[in-house]
């Protein structure tokens, strides 16, 4: 049988025998357990994921001659003298005045910042873990940050990644190694079938490693529920936008904002299911039934509603402003109906004074002038890239029609706007949707 090594750390445990699960998805992250014992042995951990996907451990030990040799940088001198001190740190991050006095009492803090400075963290990373979490100088530096370092370098992460991932989530510090670290970690590898999935999570969404697991297990038994297979439960969860909402929502929320996004039509293997689910979960002061009313008033029919919804799941997210500007614009200039609109909801996502406005009437000009002679269609227009939409419609004309630049750039007069649109309903070539 193929074994494959996922990870290996050092640390120190109050007896040397240890357990980790062999769940493939356990119901409760349960710590783990170990008897006391006043002696400390020092544990080399190897877990390994087998072709069933399930995790055994074996314990080595180990003398603490093997520890992986720390990384140096700029920060430390060739004669171990930092390049920024305690006060450097204090100053930058703005904390007080008080707790410059309890550092300065302390030997700890310099004790931290030379350990962070010998595992390669920069001046910035640390000025920027301290502004997240103050209290990361005043930790033990054998007892609690190396251990917990020592067994994040030893996951899979690259040395940039690693860094990366602590300077984001610096309170991952305040959670127990035995009895959160090491189960989460294990339960990442066990769910999502191999170490290199569960290192793109934590890489893209290093927050999950103090999240609690309350809320991760049923949410991710919620979808697997629906059948959606574990790649695509892995892709949810490397996305920073899924990893946030599937680690971090009230299970019972989840799963009926999920139950709707099925009721609305969304298939469960689909990119827009996520999309739909994470719309509806950071939807921002009202709840869907609200969005609903919202949408209603501008003349749009539940059903109208929905199928804007299905061709872009972002619009269950978007500002009441966002959303009213377009579609009362279409409605006044161009005279059409919300259902008109809900069938091209494509022209109702761009906004409307950087693009819909300026490229409306750029265009109106032109049929007004006679440079074009053919029916243009809106949603082809609105989808042009910037230089492309330049020298199709600007650059082309802006010699013997100047006008154009002055409508591109906002520069045309009220009144000569309100000429050129009051001439769409006559001209013989119009703007389509």
Known sequence: MDVLSVSSYYYYLSS????????MIPNTMLPLLCKPNKSLTHVKIDLVVSPNRSISSSLHLQSSQNVPSLICDSSTSTNGVLSFTI?????????????RVLCKSSEKPNAVLKLLSDYGFSQTQVETMVSKYPRILSCSVEKILKPKIDFLRSVGLSETEFLGVVTT?????????????????????????????????????PFILVNS?????????????????????????????????????????????????????????????????SAMLFCPGSTWEEKLVFYKTLGFSDEETLDIFRFNPSFISRSEEVI???VEFYVKKF??????????????????????????????????????????????????????????????????????LDAYQGKMKSAECDFYWEELSSLPFKIIL
């Not at 006060?87 to 707790?99: A, E």
């Not at 899924?242 to 139950?259: D, E, H, L, M, Q």
């Not at 227009?381 to 802006?398: C, S, W």
């Open 324 to 326: 009213r500007g377009p």
């Open 87 to 99: 006060d450097d740190i204090i100053t930058s991050c703005g904390l007080s005045d008080r707790f």
């Open 213 to 277: 697991s309350k809320r991760l297990v049923p949410n991710l038994s919620t979808l697997r529920n629906l059948g959606i297979p574990q790649s695509k439960i892995s892709n949810m969860m490397a996305n920073v936008i899924g990893g946030r909402v599937i680690a971090c929502t009230k299970p019972c929320r989840f799963s009926k904002v999920v139950s709707t996004a099925m009721e609305m039509g969304f298939d469960p293997l689909s990119l827009a299911f996520k999309n739909a689910v």
């Open 16 to 23: 040397p025998f240890l357990r980790l699960s062999d769940a």
């Open 169 to 205: 989530c610096p309170r991952l510090f305040t959670r127990s190694l035995k009895n959160h670290l090491v189960p989460i970690v294990e339960f990442l590898i066990t769910s999502f079938g191999s170490r290199d999935n569960a290192v793109l999570v934590i890489k893209r969404y």
């Open 335 to 404: 005279h059409w109906s919300p259902s008109q609109l809900s069938r091209r909801p494509v022209v109702l996502t761009f906004s409307l004074e950087k693009r819909i406005i300026p490229r409306c009437l750029v265009v109106q000009v032109l049929l007004s002038r006679n440079k074009i002679q053919e029916n243009v269609k809106l949603s082809t227009v609105l989808t042009y890239k910037e230089n492309e939409f330049l020298q199709r419609y600007v650059t082309r004309y802006k010699d013997e029609t100047p006008e154009v």
